[in-house]
């Protein structure tokens, strides 16, 4: 049984996301950190606006298998996020009960990505972990077929999501500090998209015409932070309340989740006998 309990971290505005500060210490966000640096080269695969590593094995998107490897010390030893996140009981129902998948993004100040959905390999659950710098993290809904409905709803009831042009406005956005858990699940996962804007910092105001929500200027507007009073970190408190900005660093990110369909890489390739 889960020794949190996930309704105090609900974020306001959904059914289906939760934001839990600290889920790891700092003397683990330093072991992480470190052991991520420590990772040889080829390890790693860059991209065009970030790079990553695949943690656990490679996902075949044409047969929505997981193609396993042994996953790294540092995510099942010490700190073992497997295990915790199996803890939280967030995995009951999916095929493996906790992680068996991890994506280790890597993101430099400025860098970001698109909104973009995950696919239909993964049990509809997604933990991330960050670590080293916060973000600010958008939810997206893709427009219905007619532009005159709404977009969306966060709780789970919303109408078939036929239409696939994405609303520019996020329909939820979280602000993510180090060693924070974000967990996602349900619609929210399965019919939303997600993303975060490539810029090296967030400019923080606190609108007095809406009660002092606090908001996130960017190249959209106003956006209102869901998790504003969920946050702990208490400099990041202080420019929610009275406005500011916070500058982004070096983020690392583990984004957990479990693919049903297994093939261990010895069980598909075979052993060669010489």
């Not at 500058?247 to 006998?273: H, I, P, Q």
Request: charged share 20%; with cysteine; glycine share 8%.
């Amino acid at each position: 049984m889960s020794i949190l309990d996930l309704s105090d971290h609900l974020i306001p505005g959904s059914n289906e996301a939760y934001y839990i500060p600290n889920f790891i210490s700092s003397q683990e966000e330093e072991h992480l950190i470190r052991k991520i640096l420590e990772s040889p080269s080829q390890k790693w695969k860059q991209l065009a606006n970030r790079r990553l590593q695949l943690l656990g094995g490679t996902v075949s998107t044409s047969k929505q298998t997981l193609i396993s490897e042994p996953m790294p010390a540092y995510v099942t030893s010490y700190p073992d996020v497997i295990s915790r996140l199996r803890d939280l009981g967030i995995f009951e129902n999916s095929a493996h009960k906790a992680p068996n998948h991890i994506i280790l993004n890597e993101y430099l100040a400025g860098q970001g990505i698109m909104p973009h959905e995950d696919g239909p390999s993964y049990h509809p659950v997604v933990a991330t972990i960050t670590l080293g710098s916060h973000t600010i993290f958008h939810y997206y809904a893709y427009k219905p077929p007619s532009e005159e409905g709404p977009d969306s709803n966060l709780n789970g009831n919303d109408s078939s999501l036929s239409g696939r042009t994405i609303s520019p406005h996020p329909v939820l956005t979280v602000l993510l500090e180090p060693r924070s858990l974000i967990i996602t699940r349900g619609k929210l996962y399965t019919g939303h998209l997600h993303g975060i804007d490539e810029v090296v910092e967030d400019r923080i105001h606190v609108d007095p015409e809406m009660n002092d929500i606090v908001s996130a200027t960017e190249s959209q507007g106003g956006t209102r932070i869901a998790n504003g009073d969920l946050v702990a970190d208490e400099h990041i408190k202080d420019v929610l309340k009275q406005g500011g900005v916070l500058k982004r660093e070096t983020r690392y990110s583990l984004t957990c989740r479990d693919v049903e369909k297994v093939v261990n890489v010895n069980a598909l390739f075979g052993s060669r006998k010489v």
